[in-house]
């Protein structure tokens, strides 16, 4: 487990220290390397970090409406990617994203990754992927969907909580916490969703 700890602390410097993506370089406040545990059951995937939140603290899904409401989610399901601050029984995750800084558009506002800037980041996803033995991988939104499946997804939204096999791969889509702020589907059925994602990882670790 140390080499493991070690070997993601070795990523994360690479992962600070890139400059692949000039506009990104441009663009970025903070480069966000994943967190949460070595030995994560959960291995949760975003796009992009977000210019409120991620951005400024340097963790995935923090502070901004999506990173409060992934937290909130995170605790009310018995999920923790603090490895600091562990409390027994928690389910622990790891988090990360695509792309691990910031985009944004001419005005400063948040944009959609490109295709090269999601590939420049390939390496270092597949990286992480290989040193967490996770159970279940849990792309949120569309655009990470397709990124873990390596296949275009058509009604993304039937998709969302669905439990989806690829040879040894566990594979749960979620809808993105945006998607949610928006008002585009209930926090309060989201929130219960965690808790049944937390529900089915506990089963398959206790089988």
Sequence with gaps: MIEKQQALQKMSVKI???????????SRNKVVPGYGFADASIFFVGLAPGRLGADSTGIPFTQDSSGNLFQRALSSSGI???PNNLIHNELRAYVTNL???????????NRYPSKSEIDNCGDFLKCEMNLINFDVIVP?????????LNQKCSKFTLMH????KIEELCCIPFIHPSYVIRGA??????????RALSDWVLKEIKN
Excluded: H
């Excluded at 909580?161 to 989806?164: C, E, P, T, V």
């Excluded at 589907?185 to 965690?194: A, I």
């Design 185 to 194: 589907y209930p926090q309060k059925r989201y929130l219960e969703d965690f």
């Design 99 to 109: 792309v691990k800084c910031n985009p944004k558009d001419d005005k400063g506002n």
């Design 140 to 148: 949120l939104g569309k655009l990470a969907t397709e990124a873990i």
């Design 161 to 164: 909580n669905k439990l989806i």
């Design 80 to 82: 923790s990617m603090e």
């Design 16 to 26: 600070t220290n890139c400059n692949k993506c000039k506009n990104l370089v441009k």
